[in-house]
């Protein structure tokens, strides 16, 4: 993928793409939100799409048996899995439009006891980006300690590209439009007004316990409403 | 935006900004950051790159002596964060910031990272911890002492050489004055009380006191073991037991309570009590370790059973050093050693091992840090002498192929290992514990010689713990699968037994049936009899229709 990427990056904007996740590594983020008998399973993790399918299923059979769950949750696990990886798979064959695309990208998450929340700008065109990189820089400049936020953080963005690269496959036509448009917020840049800081600082709460019972708690009743 | 700072006692490395101008672009920054200079993206252009790169070499030189981090710049400046980082990350290469700054690694390299060891797995996954005491648990780095990722620690300590993993991790207990005996919880000049009472010992005077400063409320304990101290320890508990009395009278230089703390602190310390206590009884009847050697089996199939245990555990041992070093020169040994074996010390070998493997195994790689004389005392105690023997012979054997340099030092220590070998008793070993150190004492001198010997007898106990612990191992699995054939043999005895009753039982029944049908017979020939009786007594009384059946019927009841 890397030699097209970089064809991709120094050649015209106007060119299209497979369809592809815009990061160096096409890694596609998979979401796990499983409930059976009253056990809820979830997990979040990127997948290689271009792993055989039989990996699913030896996948989901490990992580039942490592977090000993009952064994329902192997088929539904599998199931879900390879219905994301489909999905994706049916773009893949679609044209993607890969020009200049500066998208905000919004952290809001929690993980464990930290809290996250952030806000900057990413190039979808950029295919030598990498969400993990930059998660491992936030990490260290910020002195996250626990090691479970940084793949959080990078699943995070992940998520948001691929749903936005899921848009431009849609609108792959209608991008001629856009281009003056886009012309015009370059003029901006690339100082940053100091009033707008703020809101582009990334902010990181330790929190305890209580809180984050919580937080679960409401994010729950958010959930069933 | 912000002016840059042209401070002229401004200090960097000159070799690193040679090239940097304010006013123009390098060619090493073009080459390295090509997407502002190909007209890609109206995004990334020349001017914008020297935005980006002022605004960042000021952030920094606003103070230069922290470490400017990305996330710091990033949310001053518009643009793909991915093509910022890349600039942050060439700037930081380059030198021209975060040059002086402490801790400063290049970011992408991986080999600098900390070394977290997390107790127990992340929340999704669960994981059990070992709850073996003695196995080393994970390690937690100390704060603020590994920012360069120095990981674990270990790494720079010069641990003293008998240093267990307890003496360097666990909490240190109440200092106690080795003149009044009593606990010190002041900083003192080894005991304040002592100090203010003006006993200062024999030869001590005022100013040989010398301050000793005390964690305030942690009343520490510091006490020296050198190793002949921990190796007289180490005897006179295998000898003593329990009597902590005895022990400490042996290890002079240490009181009771510090004999037994130290016990504790050594890694297979406790379990060594263990063992003691079960075989402390043994040991009082005759305070001789050879005392299983008389004691005798009941019957014959089990002492053929457990002399084929015994001649499998030999012929593992020489599997073992077969695998450690030359073949040839271990059979001769081995042989000999193997027609000894059956006939004495089978019965010890198997009483022994049925104590003992009721026990958790209790050798662990830290035994080897004692001498391998320990080592071959105490697991001569627990695998049998000669094994012990042929196993410590094997390991140095395979030591010295590897280098010649230590044979000479082994041959002369070789010797007292063959008395070991040939007459385990506690005298000889006491008196062998005196010679060595002594023969420590002469080595002492000789500052290089003593170098060898500690690293290479450290090497063979390793490998003579290890012999002997697989050959207990491969001992044990083959008794196992002597169980389990023995398990199994039952099973099918008592398959073919239920087989064999029922056959019995079905054999009854025919029998019974037999019986049945000539009784049956015998019952139909006797009515037919009377049947023909009753028909010739009929026809002799005349009857004259022998067609009328109805007529004869009523003439044959009334003659019945």
Known sequence: MKPHAAASTSSNRNTTVKF????????????????????????????????????????????????????????????????????????????MYTGEKIVPIKLDLRVNHTLIKDQFLWDLNNFESSPEVFARTFCTDLGVEDPEVGPAIAFAIREQLYEIAIQSVASARETRINKKGRRGAAEQFPARKRREWDVYEPIVDLLSSEEVDALEAREERNART | METPSKDPSFKTPASRRRWFSWDDIHDTEKSHLREFFDGSSFTRSPKIYRDYRD????????????????????????????????????????????????????????????????????????????????????????????????????????????????????????TICGNCKQRCESGHYECTKCFKNGHYGENKSVDDFKFIDCIPNSGNHEAVWTEAETLLLLESVLKHGDNWDLVAENVKTKTKADCISK?????????????????????????????????????????????????????????????????????????????????????????????????????????????????????????????????????????????????????????????????????????????????????????????????FRIRAATATALGAASARAKLLADQEDREIECLAATIIETQLKKLQCKIKHIDDMELIMEKEYTQLEELKESIIAEQMNALQRVFSTGISRWKDHTSVKPHVDSVL
């Open chain 1, 20 to 95: 592809r996740i815009p990061t160096s590594d096409n890694l596609v983020p998979i979401r796990l939100d499983i409930e059976i008998d009253g056990q809820r399973f979830r997990d979040a993790f990127t997948w290689n799409p271009s792993d055989p399918d039989s990996e699913v299923v030896i996948f989901a059979k490990r992580t039942v048996k490592d977090l000993k769950l009952p064994p329902a949750f192997i088929t539904q696990i599998a199931q879900s899995i390879q219905s994301q990886l489909t999905e994706f798979r049916s773009l893949e064959g679609q044209d």
């Open chain 2, 55 to 174: 605004f960042i070499i000021s952030k920094f030189r606003e103070d230069p002596s922290r470490r400017l981090t990305f996330t710091e710049v990033r949310k001053s400046l518009v643009g793909d964060i991915s093509v910022l980082h890349k600039v942050f990350a060439f700037l930081e290469r380059c030198g021209l910031i975060n040059f002086c700054a402490p801790g400063g690694e290049d970011p992408g390299e991986e080999g600098n990272w900390r070394v977290r060891v997390e107790d127990g797995a992340p929340n999704g996954v669960r994981v059990v911890a070992a709850p073996n005491p003695n196995s080393l648990k994970p390690v937690t780095v100390p704060p603020g002492g590994s920012d360069n990722g120095r990981g674990v620690v270990g790494n720079g300590f010069d641990l003293p050489p008998l240093a267990s993993y307890r003496d360097v991790y666990s909490e240190r207990k109440g």
């Open chain 2, 263 to 455: 016990l504790i602190e050594l890694p297979f310390g406790d379990l060594m009590l263990g063992s003691t206590h079960r075989r402390g009884r043994l040991w009082d009847n005759d305070g001789n370790m050879s005392i299983v050697q008389q004691v005798q089996l009941p019957s014959s199939e089990t002492h053929s059973q457990e002399n084929i245990k015994t001649d499998d555990q030999c012929h593992d041992v020489e599997k073992e050093s077969n695998q450690n070093g030359d073949a040839e020169t271990q059979v001769p040994p081995l042989k000999r050693k193997r027609t000894i074996s059956p006939s004495d010390t089978g019965n010890a070998l198997m009483k022994q091992s049925h104590i003992t493997l009721g026990q958790p195994p209790p050798l662990s790689p830290a035994a080897a840090l004692l001498s391998p004389k320990y080592c071959s005392s105490h697991l001569s105690s627990m695998v049998g002498p000669h094994i012990t023997a042929s196993a410590a012979e094997a390991a140095v054997t395979a030591l010295c192929d590897e280098c010649q340099c230590p044979r000479e030092i082994f041959d002369g220590d070789a010797n007292e290992g063959e008395e070991l070998g040939s007459s385990p008793q506690n005298n000889k070993k006491e008196r062998e514990i005196e010679e060595r150190p002594t023969e420590l004492e002469s080595q002492g001198t000789s500052s290089e010689k003593n170098a060898i010997p500690l690293t």
